[in-house]
């Protein structure tokens, strides 16, 4: 297993964190990571200090368009299902420069990343991979 962080590219020093105080076993809406690579080619990002714990972004009422405050909603989950599955994609890199940005998006809802704004300290989910969609996810062990 490898254990990364999620950092925001747009705010450097604000990280994704997932709280998983009082989530032990599945809720139908909601409930801090490391990156599980699932059968289907996805990953899921799973808590290293609350056990079965992963990050769920659930994006109803986000449709494809750049909402100004990003919407849906971004909280922790016992076990990987739909919503706690991703996609992650590379941003392109000008030439001949690697920068490793991703914009990490739900599997279940393509078009749907998840958005932090370090300036308003909001997680979310956004319908574009803009300027608060792009991460680097950073090895941190394994």
Do not use: C, W
């Not at 200090?49 to 849906?72: E, I, K, M, W, Y």
């Not at 990987?80 to 030439?95: C, N, Q, T, V, Y």
């Not at 300290?121 to 996810?137: C, L, S």
Request: hydrophobic share 35%; glycine share 12%; net charge neutral.
């Amino acid at each position: 297993m490898v254990l990364v962080a999620i950092q925001s590219v747009a705010s450097p020093n604000h990280y994704v964190r997932l709280d998983g105080q009082g989530v032990t076993s599945f809720t139908s809406t909601d409930g801090g990571t490391t990156l599980v690579e699932n059968d289907d080619e996805t990953v899921s990002h799973k808590s290293t200090v609350f056990n079965n714990v992963f990050l769920r972004l659930d994006a109803t009422g986000v449709a494809g368009q750049n909402l100004a405050s990003g919407g849906g909603t971004v909280n922790a989950q016992y076990i990987a299902r739909s919503l706690e599955r991703f996609e992650i994609h590379m941003k392109d890199d000008p030439a001949g420069k690697y920068q490793g940005i991703v914009g990490i998006e739900l599997a279940a809802s393509p078009g749907r990343y998840l958005r932090l704004n370090g300036t308003g300290n909001k997680v979310n989910v956004q319908g574009v991979f803009k300027t608060y969609e792009v991460f680097k996810i950073l090895l941190v062990g394994q």
